[in-house]
T-cell receptor, first 111, second 113 residues
Framework: NAGVTQTPKFRVLKTGQSMTLLCAQDMNHEYMYWYRQDPGMGLRLIHYSVGEGTTAKGEVPDGYNVSRLKKQNFLLGLESAAPSQTSVYFC??????????FGPGTRLTVT | SQKIEQNSEALNIQEGKTATLTCNYTNYSPAYLQWYRQDPGRGPVFLLLIRENEKEKRKERLKVTFDTTLKQSLFHITASQPADSATYLCALPNTGTASKLTFGTGTRLQVTL
């Protein structure tokens, strides 16, 4: 099992550009999450999903959109990137065990 | 609001000693608490979960305690090794469903020879 995978691993965007981060999990988990991690701030929840076709806002959702069209995939979109969105993005998934399984992260720089 | 505090200063200890990391929380009555390990450039990895009715939990060289009166968890690594060097995060369940977690900012542990 690959677990949770994320693409791309690194990306540099100019202000105003858009992009989509892809998260895929092969553990048949119902719940999926997108976090951002910034120095001194810890992991902060952006959006999450409790199942295929559902999404909900987390702690810091502004400037991001998500979609969960298939159970195994959770996409995070930035429509108009801003320098404040420079961060490391992590995807995670879980079933009912409450243990979250994380992907390797995507390092995004917005110039 | 819910708040989790971990010592932001790095903890430096000598190989073979016991490392003790602290997680304090306020405005919470969590049913459980989790500890994760994060290596540089990687995602967090789950280590241990301790429930509110458990005082202590062990896994190999790891030991976690959970004091719901003090609102504190201690994470111990005995006979520490340089390979234990990493950032350790505590996490508590968020309110509501969806198995959401709120993470502390983590404490970096450096084990030297």
């Amino acid at each position: 099992n690959a677990g949770v995978t994320q693409t791309p691993k690194f990306r540099v965007l100019k202000t105003g550009q858009s992009m989509t981060l892809l998260c895929a999990q092969d553990m048949n988990h119902e719940y999926m999450y997108w976090y951002r991690q910034d120095p001194g701030m810890g992991l902060r929840l952006i959006h999450y999903s409790v199942g295929e076709g559902t999404t909900a806002k987390g702690e810091v959702p502004d400037g991001y959109n998500v979609s969960r069209l298939k159970k195994q995939n959770f996409l995070l979109g930035l429509e108009s990137a801003a320098p404040s969105q420079t961060s490391v993005y992590f995807c995670a998934s879980t079933q009912t065990s409450r243990t979250q399984y994380f992907g390797p992260g995507t390092r995004l720089t917005v110039t | 609001s819910q708040k989790i505090e971990q010592n932001s200063e790095a903890l430096n200890i000598q190989e073979g000693k016991t490392a003790t990391l602290t997680c304090n929380y306020t405005n919470y009555s969590p049913a459980y608490l989790q500890w994760y390990r994060q290596d540089p450039g990687r995602g967090p990895v789950f280590l241990l979960l301790i429930r509110e009715n458990e005082k202590e939990k062990r896994k190999e060289r790891l030991k976690v305690t959970f004091d719901t009166t003090l609102k504190q968890s201690l994470f111990h690594i005995t006979a520490s090794q340089p390979a234990d060097s990493a950032t350790y995060l505590c996490a508590l369940p968020n309110t509501g469903t969806a198995s959401k977690l709120t993470f502390g900012t983590g404490t970096r542990l450096q084990v030297t020879l």
